[in-house]
């Protein structure tokens, strides 16, 4: 795949073993200043709170001048419990420009296979927008990576969007999606993220 020479895998809480790294320090836990870090595990693992995290200590550094923030979260509830969520859920500073994806969750709001991949095809659709419209950027922070791709399973114009950009911080939901095309999709569509990145910190919630 596209893997890059050093891309490592770590398990949380406080990410992999050290790498040479003559930069400025982590912005997160096992998010270090530079490159793609890719944040996965289960619902409420923590993954959206630190990608917050990152986000809030790359604006202190460094102001919020070139700084692009795609959030393509749903916000679903189950049994009374909010499964994921927006990063504006946590403190956040202010950044150039902010894309919010109206997302619908697919599985959670359909009652079949087709009718969730047609969901799923909207807000691909409704991405494709989001990216074509955002600026040059020097630096991105992503919420729910996957959620776009879960048609197509191709993730491609994430990557694109974020050529010039370091660091590159997202999130995806990494745990049982059960059967079906928008799943399948999901999946293809992490392991492209995985292939993309230069690190992936797996965060359980412990």
Request: with cysteine.
């Amino acid at each position: 795949g596209g893997a890059r020479a050093r891309r490592t895998v770590a398990r949380s809480a406080g990410g992999g073993p050290p790498g040479p790294d003559p930069g400025p320090g982590p912005l997160a836990p096992g998010v270090p200043a530079d490159g793609v870090t890719l944040l996965t595990g289960p619902s409420n693992a923590g993954k959206t709170r630190r990608t917050a995290t990152a986000l809030r200590t790359y604006v202190a550094r460094h102001g919020r001048a070139g700084v692009v923030v795609l959030e393509f979260a749903p916000t679903v509830v189950r049994d009374g419990r909010v499964l994921g969520g927006r990063l504006d859920r946590f403190e956040v500073p202010r950044v150039d420009w902010v894309g919010r994806l109206m997302a619908h969750a697919p599985r959670a709001e359909s009652d079949g296979d087709s009718a969730a991949l047609e969901l799923a095809r909207a807000n691909e659709r409704n991405a494709a927008r989001l990216l074509r419209a955002m600026p040059s950027t020097r630096a991105v922070f992503v919420n729910d990576a996957t959620i776009p791709f879960q048609a197509s399973g191709d993730p491609s114009a994430l990557l694109a969007a974020c050529t010039d950009a370091s660091p590159v911080v997202c999130n995806a939901f990494d745990g049982d999606l059960g059967e079906g095309s928008v799943s399948d999709g999901e999946r293809a569509a992490l392991s492209g993220l995985v292939d993309w990145a230069d690190r992936q910190v797996r965060l359980n919630g412990t």
